[in-house]
């Protein structure tokens, strides 16, 4: 990037480096170097454009070497930037756990679709309790106006002192709320009240299977929100991401994170409960690993990535445990190989799955198998 001694303004390095990382042979270098250079420099890809006569300061311009160096050897930019869209979303991403996709949105899209829909509320009207309602407002106005003419009579020592006593209970009232304890719960206990709840109606149970950061599970929450998520994944890094991804998107309390191999963590008293089973397993043929881009065979984790000599290693473990695991009418939606979907299809017919049927990504290539239970 020139001599330290250069000025750098935000054209200057944005033309650089997507002359760098085009030279590199990196796909979109300028999409590229506007993510890193607003990462850099703390700005807005607009902001870029609106200040692009502001130098660099000589802090912002190591970091952004770092980082065009990175891309330049071919790391995914969601790594280096530390996160990733999908769907409404923005998630946390890091080295170790599979970049979310487009391809995994239509999985979510096609999953959505085969819940129930929510109930619709519809209001009745009620003259006599509208009569009553307009009666308390009246009277509560009328207390408001004899309260507001009491305050204006006081004088001014009576208020000082009122001000005083209006201070120490509000101390009192911040101390207490400090005091109060939300005592954490085993992650087993709390997936046993959700699943208590869905069983009784009160909400949708939904299994993530191979969960990885977490994108599936946070976005069926947030779009749904009368579902409650088990989300389970073999990688302890997955599972750490997939938890601070829900922490950060407030849906904690909406998607559980457990760690262990398909859905054994999930105790067996709730199987025969689940209303979905989503999954997005590792499930390219290994012969094709051999051809995937760079930048995802060197960085992004094989435990993700391999399905077998087929592809279908995983799917032939988890459809037996979707039998067990859904209820009657409830619905899997698997996102998996273009080349393994007859198959899957076949295999899912197979095991007594019913309306087996093959979804398309946005490219109109097969990609999401659906089927539901007898």
Sequence with gaps: MGDTTDIWTIKTALDWTCGYLERKGVENPRVSAQWLLSEACGLSRIELYMNAERPLSSDERDVLRAYVSRRGAGEPLQYIVGEAPFRYLTLKVRPGVLIPRPETEVLVSEA?????????????????AAEQEAAAVADLKQKMAEISA?????????????????????GAVSANVSREEFPGQAAEDVVAVDAADGARGDYLLVADICTGSGCIACSVASERPDTRVIAVDIDAGAVSLARENAEALD???????????????????????FDLVVSNPPYVPTRVL???????????????????????DVLRRLLPWCA??????????????????????????????ADVRVKRDLAGRPRVL?????
Excluded at 116 to 126: D, I, L, S
């Design 150 to 170: 009491a305050v204006n009579a006081e004088n001014t020592s009576r208020e000082a002192t009122e001000d005083a006593e209006g201070e120490d209970f509000a």
């Design 370 to 374: 659906l089927g539901s239970k007898r």
């Design 251 to 273: 849906l904690a309390d909406k998607v559980r994170v457990l760690q262990g191999d398909l859905g054994a963590p999930i105790p067996e008293r709730f199987l025969g409960r």
């Design 112 to 128: 959505l679709a085969c819940l129930p829909e929510p109930p619709q509320r519809v209001a009745t009207w009620n003259a006599e």
């Design 290 to 312: 051999q051809d995937i881009p760079r930048e995802v065979a060197d960085f992004e984790p094989a435990l993700a990535l391999d399905g077998g000599a087929d592809g279908l």
């Design 324 to 353: 067990r695991a859904l209820k009657p009418g409830g619905f899997f939606a698997f996102e998996l190989h273009e080349t393994c979907l007859d198959a899957a299809a076949d295999m899912a017919r197979g095991a007594g799955f």
